[in-house]
């Protein structure tokens, strides 16, 4: 990846501009941690950029981003810039196109982001943040206020690079997000749920949401942490706190929260309750209420059948057997055959399966 990175910076600079990686590849790289996201910052125009590369999408050319697609990677190439006083959804009311690197830097949210590397692999660091990244601190370049006001999400950013990083944050910081925490209710509900789901699904989420409540976070988000699982994943840390209605969640993760929700009122070890939500929604469902997963495993892998697929008859073969036409009574059937298989009243065959139909209804 670093390669293929290089590479991109000498295409550009040797077309006269100036390029460099920045952000969080290089401070990631620094701590020997493996990225594939990868920023580019350059003196070179969108429309400059365009000319040197193929496979270029301008997914914010108002903004100077450009997107490059090349050796399967993905890249985000931006130029030099410098931005007016942000609006209420986070854009900045004006940018003007620079040709200085420190300027640039310094619009930048935290210090060990303006650390880059030049198109010989050399490290650049105008702003200290290599100190930072030593020291394992979370510093926001220039007046931590101004820059939690200019975009309220570096909060939120701030919270996540403590949670994946496992870096501390300054007083400066610590003071700053306690005086300008109410800025969080301008972000939209989709901007907050996308930092906060990149929190809640690391394995140090616990750090995370302790310090949402610690820094009293939780109330400006709209969200109850009282009943809150850490020891799960995603999904199940959603199911398992108080959430405001207007988070953005898919059909499939309101599907699935809606299911573990059930599931944790009923008996996640029941064979019918196993069957009917799957082996993922009761375990989920067990570990908020501290049940056993491997217990929960194993009574799920010994289950007769799992899917209704398996049970060794079919409708058009039960109205056969009962000689009946089409109607809401099949299914009834088909259901009490199923719960009769997992309770272990009937062997799975098709034989036995006979047997019962006609003993009972016909």
């Excluded at 109330?219 to 953005?248: A, M």
Aim: include cysteine.
């Amino acid at each position: 990846m670093l390669d293929t990175a290089l590479r991109i910076l000498n295409e550009i600079t040797n077309q006269g501009f100036e390029a460099y990686i920045v952000g969080g590849f290089v401070r990631d790289y620094l701590l020997g941690i493996t990225t594939n996201d990868v920023d580019i910052c350059t003196s070179a125009t969108p429309k400059d950029i365009k000319e040197i590369f193929e496979n270029i999408t301008l997914p914010r050319v108002d903004y100077g981003a450009v997107r490059l697609n090349f050796k399967n990677y993905r890249f985000d190439i931006m130029t030099f810039r410098k931005e007016s006083e942000y609006s209420n959804n986070r854009q900045p009311l004006e940018v003007k196109y620079i040709k200085d690197l420190l300027i640039d830097l310094q619009r930048r949210d935290f210090k060990m982001n303006t650390v880059c590397m030049d198109k010989n692999g050399n490290i650049i660091d105008l702003i200290d943040g290599k100190k930072d990244i030593e020291n394992k601190i979370i510093n926001t370049v220039g007046d931590s206020i101004s820059r939690f006001v200019e975009d309220p999400l570096r909060i939120l950013r701030a919270v996540r690079f403590y949670t994946t990083l496992e870096f501390e944050l300054s007083d400066e910081v610590k003071t700053a997000i306690l005086r300008t925490k109410n800025e969080l209710r301008r972000l939209s509900y989709q901007r907050k749920k996308e930092e906060l789901d990149k929190i809640f699904c690391h394995k140090n989420a616990k750090r995370g949401i302790d310090l949402i409540i610690k820094l009293g976070l939780d109330e400006e988000l709209e969200l109850d942490f009282k009943h809150c699982v850490y020891n799960t994943d995603l999904i199940g840390i959603w199911s398992s706190i108080g959430v405001n209605g207007k988070y953005p969640f898919t059909k499939s993760e309101k599907d699935l929260i809606n299911k573990i929700k059930e599931a944790r009122n009923l008996d996640n070890l029941d064979n019918a309750v196993l069957f009917k939500y799957g082996l993922y929604v009761n375990v989920i469902a067990g570990t908020i209420k501290g049940l056993d997963r491997k217990e929960i495993g194993e009574k799920y892998n010994a289950l007769p059948i799992k899917t209704q697929d398996e049970v060794n008859i079919t409708s058009n073969q039960i109205m056969g057997v009962l000689d009946m036409e089409p109607s809401k009574k099949i299914k009834e059937i088909y259901e009490d055959l199923i719960n009769n298989i997992l309770c272990g009243k009937v062997e799975n065959n098709y034989e036995e399966i006979v047997h019962y139909l006609i003993e009972k209804y016909k």
